[in-house]
Structures are given as C-alpha cells and as structure tokens.
C-alpha cells in the first residue's frame, strides 16, 4: 500500500516551460487536492477534487490547471511556468470520512 | 473565510522539557476539526492530533495534548518530555464541515520547533 505518490520529487523548469506534476493513491479515496508551501505562509489549497470528472479551485488558483479522469489519478498542470510558482507541491486524498494523507512532496523551481 | 494564526516563528527548548505551541483561528462556523500536523526536514506532513470541535474533552496522543478553547478560539498544543525527534516545524489547521464532500485544510503560518540535546 504506497499511500499517496507524487513525481518527480524536484524539478527545475526555465520561465514559459510547462510541465506536469503527478500525484497517485492506490487507498480508493473520492477526495484529492494540490496545496502549494511557500516559506511563512504554511500550505495554501490550490484545486480540489471530491471525484472522478469534477474539480473545483481553492485559494490560489491562478497558473494550474487538474484534471480527475479516475479516482486514482490527480496531475497538477502548469502552463507556463513563472517564478512565482518556485514552491513546494502537495497532493492529499482523503476519504469520506475524516482522515488527510498528505504525499511526500515536489520541490519545484522556477528559474 | 477562515484565517489561522501562529504567532511563534520559532521555539527552542531542552530536551524532556515541556514545550506548548499557540495556535488561534477565526470562524463563524460552529461545528469545525481542529489539527496540528508536523513536518520534520524530510518534508512528510505527519498528523499529530485531531480535535473536533463539538467535543468538549482536550484531545490527547501520548506525549501530544491540546488545549481547545472554543469561545477564545484557541487550540494549543503540548508536547510533553520532548524528545529529540520532535524538531520538526509544526503547523495548526483547520476544516470546516465537509460542504459537498470536499475537505479543505487551512493553515497556519508554522512554528519551528527545536529541540536542544
């Protein structure tokens, strides 16, 4: 049982790239999210998802994009990356009930 | 919306001394979870203790105990004997009820905590 596994685990990208960060769990969770970890400001929620083909946007939005075509699966999107999405990444899921497993994260940075 | 607060940067103590992080938290919300997660230099988000807010009793795991004081909104956590392993940053959450099933954590700013041999 992995729990929840996010690759890479770091990444650099140039300004403009775009790139796909990957998040599995194998716990049958409906519930999964993205937060962002930035130095003195704790995570932040960044998208959310309480199911397979639907999504929300939580705090900082702005710059992702998810998808959710199956239970298991929850990439976050960037587009074209900027400097201000130098951060580190978190997938969580979570089932109905009470209960956050959180991944080991990805340090990402933008040069 | 919800805001959480830790107002101690950093804390430092000896080790098997007591140490007791603050946390406090805005709301209107009257039925809501209260967490403390640890995050050592390996990054890992480690759930410490759970606090539901309609349950009067402090939580308590081992060594890790809160003191939740609903009408301050307050949620305070001890660590009691504490132990080298315990240096780690710590980080105060909060959830609301799960609106259409979704669970979104709130967190404060972090305390990092260093435990001195």
């Known amino acids: 049982n992995a729990g929840v596994t996010q690759t890479p685990k770091f990444q650099v990208l140039k300004t403009g790239q775009s790139m796909t960060l990957q998040c599995a769990q194998d716990m049958n969770h409906e519930y999964m999210s993205w937060y962002r970890q930035d130095p003195g400001m704790g995570l932040r929620l960044i998208h959310y998802?309480?199911?397979?083909?639907?999504?929300d946007q939580g705090e900082v939005p702005n710059g992702y994009n998810v998808s959710r075509s199956t239970t298991e699966d929850f990439p976050l999107r960037l587009l074209s990356a900027a400097p201000s999405q130098t951060s580190v990444y978190f997938c969580?899921?979570?089932?109905?009930?009470?209960?956050?497993?959180f991944g080991s994260g990805t340090r990402l940075t933008v040069v | 919306a919800q805001t959480v607060t830790q107002s101690q940067p950093e804390m430092s103590v000896q080790e098997a001394e007591t140490v007791t992080l603050s946390c406090t938290y805005d709301t209107s919300e009257s039925n809501y979870y209260l967490f403390w997660y640890k995050q050592p230099p390996s990054r890992q988000m480690i759930l410490v203790i759970r606090q539901e807010a309609y349950k009067q009793q402090n939580a308590t795991e081992n060594r890790f105990s809160v003191n939740f004081q609903k009408a301050a909104k307050s949620f305070s956590l001890k660590i009691s004997d504490s132990q080298l392993g315990d240096t780690a940053m710590y980080f105060c959450a909060f959830m609301k009820p799960l609106i259409q099933g979704a669970q979104k954590l709130v967190f404060g700013q972090g305390t990092r905590l260093t435990i001195n041999p």
């Open positions: 998802s309480v199911g397979a083909g639907i999504t």
């Open positions: 969580a899921s979570s089932p109905r009930g009470i209960g956050v497993t």
